[in-house]
């Protein structure tokens, strides 16, 4: 066995001899944690639709042995991958022809499939381990992608309490929060989040920005503010210098010229 994984030569035939073993050593050894784990790998390492059937079906296999849910939540992630590769698909077809209503539909549907089981699956894993704040954060970005605002924001809000999620999950709030239509709360989480803002996460720093002035512009037209216009103008001209092609820049900053305008400012 050492020979051969050494071997420089004959790799696919060593590849297909290990799986081999491990599905042996699978089928001898049913409630080995390590057996199942290996066999799961290297089936999906072929990355064929397949092998990763059987590779779910063993993690499925191996939860059902054990109740270990670690193998539960390694079969969830398959199914999740399935579906957003489908969704990466189906995105690509509808981008390169943008007219196309079926196209569109098909896109629409598979986003909605893939967020749907990404809720049931996250949700499932925050009720098993609820004092894992990354899986709220992961949950509580599905739910925003749902329109399950308030939901979302619970879950943003005890993210939060932990340093290494500290900005995501503020940022994401402020999202929640402006998606609401409350932009003064929106308008706090944000600059919470760039005040506490590091060198690691810088390159959401110009999102967080960018949604920053989008409250601001919101908040200038519902309160008839020149002063939340001018800090929304201030936003839009940095980000200007420093990337024109971001998203939508250049017709927001024409935007807010005419909000200024139009308030006097």
């Known amino acids: 066995m050492l020979e051969e ?32 784990s290996r066999y799961a790998q290297l089936l999906k390492r072929r990355a064929t639709p397949e092998a990763e059937e059987l590779a779910h079906g ?37 981008d390169q022809t943008p007219s196309d209503l079926v196209l569109k539909t098909e896109f629409a549907d598979a986003i909605r499939e893939l967020r749907e089981l990404e809720g049931s699956e996250f949700r499932e894993r925050v009720q098993k381990y609820p004092t894992d704040r990354g899986l709220k954060v992961d949950l509580g970005r599905v739910e925003f992608d749902l ?37 003064n709360e929106a308008i706090h989480e944000f600059r919470e989040s760039l005040a506490t803002i590091d060198a690691t996460m810088k390159e959401i720093e110009i999102d967080i920005r960018y949604e920053l002035m989008l409250s601001l512009i ?16 201030d936003i839009c001209s940095a980000i200007v210098r420093t990337n024109i092609g971001y ?12 909000l200024r305008k139009d308030l006097g400012g």
């Not at 309160?223 to 800090?231: D, I, N």
Request: hydrophobic share 35%; glycine share 8%; charged share 35%.
């Open 247 to 258: 998203r939508d820049i250049r017709e927001k900053r024409k935007d807010i010229d005419q």
């Open 58 to 94: 063993v993690y499925i296999t191996g939860y059902e042995r054990l109740g270990e849910y670690r193998f539960r939540m390694q079969a969830g992630d398959i199914k999740i991958g399935q579906l957003r590769r489908k969704a990466a698909q189906a995105k690509e077809k509808f």
């Open 147 to 183: 329109g399950n605002y308030e939901n979302a924001m619970q879950l943003f809000q005890s993210a939060k309490e932990e340093g290494k999620y500290r900005v995501r999950a503020g940022f994401m709030l402020g999202r929640s929060f402006a998606a609401m239509g409350w932009h």
């Open 5 to 36: 994984q050494e071997s420089l030569s004959g790799g696919q035939d060593i590849e297909e001899r290990n799986l081999e073993r491990a599905k042996r050593d699978f089928e001898e050894n049913p409630m080995s944690p390590e057996a199942i």
């Open 218 to 233: 919101e908040l200038a037209r519902q309160e008839k503010s020149p002063a939340s216009a001018k800090e929304a103008f």
